[in-house]
């Protein structure tokens, strides 16, 4: 006797839709703030968010990941051209953290993937969130900055070693050995 | 000695955590350089996302059964199968990635389903010529919904044989073959069936002849009974690969080996069913042989062998098959050669092989359809040079048939005319 052939469920595109329309809209507020006219700011927004978008679904297999790559670069030239002021810098934060909620929704995967992303977004906004605070209470704008950086090179050093070190968040050894 | 290969850590990072890492490693140090908040804000979350998805997801390898298996027939493969995780386990985030067999091209993409604790997926594939291809396990493992973190699954499931032979093979079993024995009388098949020796009496079932019902034990008992007998054992037979390398070069002799292969498995399979003692030889520079036997055992020995079997580098002298195989095989064993005889020394091997008292029938996979698909060449010219290769072909297969019947296995998908040849009286007028 043979198996049932598999038939695959169709997840509703509404959701990711409106993730989408929330990257595009942070983006286009983080594209305000930046020192880009405004014009050529909503473009490299648009045109990164759109990019991404395009190629998302177009991207199979080993190539997937590379999809993110135009957001990435617009948000990296947002960010190189915006001025220090704490409506930036909470914009261009928020704006990094909807494109990881928009990651999580991929629509080759399971639906939910942002109510099962949530742990960890929050971890990332709770992160932000004190960052920005400390920032925006600190009185001068150069400590501010320092402070900010010195926060991040330990961040990063712990992200290496961890990277590096993958068994040191196991709590099992893998059940091959 | 070398040293086992480490296994695949539990935890792994994907590309996409290595391309935001490296963003916010570069945004961090535009931050610094420009004197600037902005960009290190942008890269916060970037550099933040991959360790909270570590630390969010499961903490330990996941448990979980793979059941898998192969359907369909002739050139349609279709592998169904489904991950079952631990009660109550969510397998919304876990992926499977295939490993695909050379010998096998995707049809179609795969269908995966996940219901509650369930994943279900359907593979389609397609072979398109005979192969015994091996499957290997698919990669399990759960992917955070971000996609930065892989994490393995425990439990991967058992590597999946397709095998794909002309159907015909499996009428095979009913040919009679000849015995080598000494005294062949003394050794009796175990199973009972509808010919031999008088075995005993049973009920009738609905689907034995008339023939079979012993009316005398019938009227003393009152109810259909029919006779049993022990049957014989058919015979013996080798199945001889000639894997030395062609004048085809080393991609086409590839796929004559790989369909030569699903051949050699499809008789030895049917063989082995009617209980017959099967042995396998293949030659290249040197021979490798699985001596005459019987049983399940031995039948698992000579698909391995046949599997396992790869096309040799060096081409060996027909002779010294031919002079090898005596150690390996009494002389008079019924001998079937796959060989596509486009070597120059191809035919010679008939010869020795008669020579040294084996009779031989000859398979030969036929390159026709691929050189087909290889020459960059006008319809018109194309057509000629596959009349002129057909005529060379038919006066090479024409010198053979000086020494054995030869079967031009042309159309991959149907061996009737080996068949045929096997199970007619021909066979043993011209071995």
């Not at chain 1, 997937?64 to 990296?76: E, Q």
């Not at chain 2, 969010?56 to 793979?66: E, F, I, K, N, T």
């Not at chain 2, 098959?321 to 035919?347: E, K, M, N, Q, Y």
Request: glycine content about 8%; proline content about 9%; overall charge positive.
């Amino acid at each position: 006797m043979s198996a049932p052939p598999v038939r695959p469920r169709r997840p509703g595109r509404a959701f990711s839709v409106l993730l989408l329309a929330l990257f595009a809209g942070t983006a286009g507020l983080f594209a305000t703030t930046s020192g880009l006219p405004l014009i050529e700011g909503l473009a490299v927004a648009l045109a990164g968010v759109g990019g991404s978008a395009v190629l998302r679904p177009r991207l199979d297999g080993a190539r997937s990941p590379y999809a993110v790559v135009p957001a990435l670069g617009a948000l990296a030239v947002l960010a190189a051209a915006a001025p220090n002021s704490p409506l930036a810098e909470l914009f261009g934060g928020v704006a990094a953290l909807t494109l990881l909620a928009w990651l999580a929704d991929d629509p080759r995967r399971s639906p939910g993937g942002v109510v099962r992303a949530a742990p960890s977004l929050l971890l990332v906004a709770l992160t932000l969130g004190i960052a920005w605070m400390s920032a925006l209470f600190l009185p001068t704008g150069s400590a501010r900055v320092g402070f900010g950086a010195a926060l991040l090179v330990l961040v990063t050093i712990l992200v290496a070693i961890l990277l590096g070190r993958p068994e040191l968040i196991d709590r099992e050894p893998p059940a091959t050995a | 000695m070398t040293a086992p290969a480490a296994p695949p850590p539990s935890l792994r990072w994907t590309p996409l955590s290595h391309l935001l890492l490296a963003t916010g490693v570069l945004l961090l140090v535009l931050g610094v350089a420009l004197r600037a908040a902005v960009p290190i804000f942008v890269a916060l979350p970037l550099v933040i996302a991959p360790v909270a998805a570590a630390l969010s997801g499961p903490r330990r390898a996941l448990p979980a059964r793979l059941t898998w298996e192969a359907y369909g027939a002739e050139a349609e493969v279709t592998i169904r199968g489904k991950v079952q995780g631990s009660p109550g386990g969510d397998l919304r985030d876990v992926v499977v990635e295939f490993a695909r067999p050379r010998d096998l091209v995707e049809s179609a993409p795969p269908t995966v389903v996940r219901d509650d604790g369930t994943l279900r997926f359907e593979l389609h594939w397609r072979a398109p010529y005979p192969t015994i291809a091996v499957v290997e396990p698919p990669e399990i493992a759960w992917l955070d919904p971000v996609g930065v973190v892989l994490r393995s699954v425990v439990g991967r499931g058992e590597r999946l044989t397709v095998e794909r032979y002309p159907p015909e093979l499996l009428r095979l079993g009913a040919v009679r073959l000849d015995r080598v024995l000494a005294l062949p009388g003394e050794t009796r098949s175990r199973r009972v069936g509808a010919a031999g020796e008088f075995f005993g009496i049973q009920e009738a079932a609905p689907t034995d002849p008339p023939r079979r019902i012993n009316w005398r034990a019938t009227a003393r008992r009152g109810r259909l009974l029919v006779n049993e007998f022990e049957l014989d054992r058919t015979g013996d037979v080798l199945l001889l690969i000639d894997v030395r390398p062609t004048r085809l070069g080393a991609d086409t002799d590839e796929v004559l080996l790989g369909a030569a292969r699903a051949a050699a498995v499809g008789i030895a399979s049917s063989f082995a069913r009617e209980k017959a003692r099967i042995g396998y030889a293949s030659f290249g520079e040197f021979i490798d042989a699985v001596p005459l036997a019987s049983g399940r055992g031995h039948r698992f020995r000579v698909h391995e062998a046949i599997r396992t079997t790869r096309p040799s580098a060096v081409a060996g002298p027909s002779e010294r098959c031919a002079a090898t195989l005596p150690r390996f095989f009494p002389p008079g064993v019924t001998t079937i050669l796959i060989s596509s005889l486009t070597g120059d020394a191809d035919s010679d091997l008939v010869v020795h092989l008669r020579r040294r008292g084996f009779p031989t029938i000859v398979l030969s996979p036929s390159p026709a359809q691929l050189l087909a698909t290889e020459r960059p060449l006008a319809p018109a010219d194309e057509r000629l040079a596959e009349r002129l290769e057909r005529l060379a072909r038919r006066q090479r297969l024409a010198r053979v048939w000086n020494h054995a019947p030869v079967v031009d296995w042309e159309d991959f998908w149907s061996l009737g005319g080996f068949v045929r040849l096997l199970r007619g009286p021909g066979r043993r007028r011209s071995s």
